[in-house]
C-alpha cells in the first residue's frame, strides 16, 4: 500500500520569499506522485506530477519538487511567493497497479504581505 | 472550456431528504471519482467508477449510492442526508492508469438543514 505525509500542516510566508512544502511517501513500488492546489471552496488543480521520467518536476505559477528516492521525498518549492499562493496543497500519491490516489493531509499555506 | 462539471455548486437540502449530485465530463475518461471533503480534511474517496464497474469503498456508508449511466455522467445519491454529511463532494475523472492524475471539478457544496 501507498501513503504520503505532508510534513508541515500549515506554513506561513511572506510575499516574495521562497515557499517550501514538505512530503514523504511510502509506496511498495516505484510510485507516481503529484502535488494538488485547492483555493477556497474550489476543487483541485494540478500543479505538477512525478512519473519517473526526470527526477525535478516544473509545473505551473513557478512551483516545482524534486523526487528523491534515498530520502523519499518529494517537496514542493516556489522561488517567490505570491498573494494569490494561499491555499491548500495536497501531496498525492499513485502506486503500480492502482489507479486510486492516495492523499496527503494537505498543508495550508498563507501568505503575508 | 471546463473538463469536468458539477451541478450545482451550492445544494441545500432537509434532513433525511434524498439529494442527487452530478458530474459530467468532456475528457472521455475511464475512470470518475466522488469524493467526500469536510473542513480542512483531505478528500476522502466513496467510490469510483472503472467504465461500467462500479467500486466502493469499503468505509463508505450505504446511504451514498452511485450511477453512472454513460461515460459523461456520474451521479451521486444521498439517500437520507444527516447533518454529518454536509461537505463539500468532488467528482474526478482519470484514464486509470498509474501515470493519470486526476482531474476534479468544481465541487458542490452540501448543506443539511
Known amino acids: 500500500a501507498q501513503s504520503v505525509t505532508q510534513l508541515d500542516s500549515h506554513v506561513s510566508v511572506s510575499e516574495g520569499t521562497p515557499v517550501l512544502l514538505r512530503c514523504n511517501y511510502s509506496?511498495?513500488?516505484?510510485?507516481?506522485l503529484f502535488w494538488y492546489v485547492q483555493h477556497p471552496n474550489k476543487g483541485l488543480q494540478l500543479l505538477l506530477k512525478y512519473t519517473s521520467a526526470a527526477t525535478l518536476v516544473k509545473g505551473i505559477n513557478g512551483f516545482e519538487a524534486e523526487f528523491k528516492k534515498s530520502e523519499t521525498s518529494f517537496h514542493l518549492t516556489k522561488p517567490s511567493a505570491h498573494m494569490s499562493d494561499a491555499a491548500e496543497y495536497f501531496c498525492v500519491v499513485s502506486a503500480l497497479n492502482d489507479y486510486k490516489l492516495s492523499f496527503g493531509a494537505g498543508t495550508t499555506v498563507t501568505v503575508r504581505a | 472550456d471546463a473538463m469536468v462539471i458539477q451541478n450545482p455548486r451550492y445544494q441545500v437540502t432537509q434532513f433525511g431528504k434524498p439529494v442527487t449530485l452530478s458530474c459530467s465530463q468532456t475528457l472521455n475518461h475511464n475512470v470518475m471519482y466522488w469524493y467526500q471533503q469536510k473542513s480542512s480534511q483531505a478528500p476522502k474517496l466513496l467510490f469510483h467508477y472503472y467504465d461500467k464497474d462500479f467500486n466502493n469503498e469499503a468505509d463508505t456508508p450505504d446511504n451514498f449510492q452511485s450511477r453512472r449511466p454513460n461515460t459523461s455522467f456520474c451521479f451521486l445519491d444521498i439517500r437520507s442526508p444527516g447533518l454529518g454529511d454536509a461537505a463539500m463532494y468532488l467528482c474526478a475523472t482519470s484514464r486509470g492508469t498509474m501515470v493519470s492524475e486526476a482531474f476534479f471539478g468544481q465541487g458542490t457544496r452540501l448543506t443539511v438543514v
Open positions: 509506496s511498495s513500488y516505484s510510485p507516481s
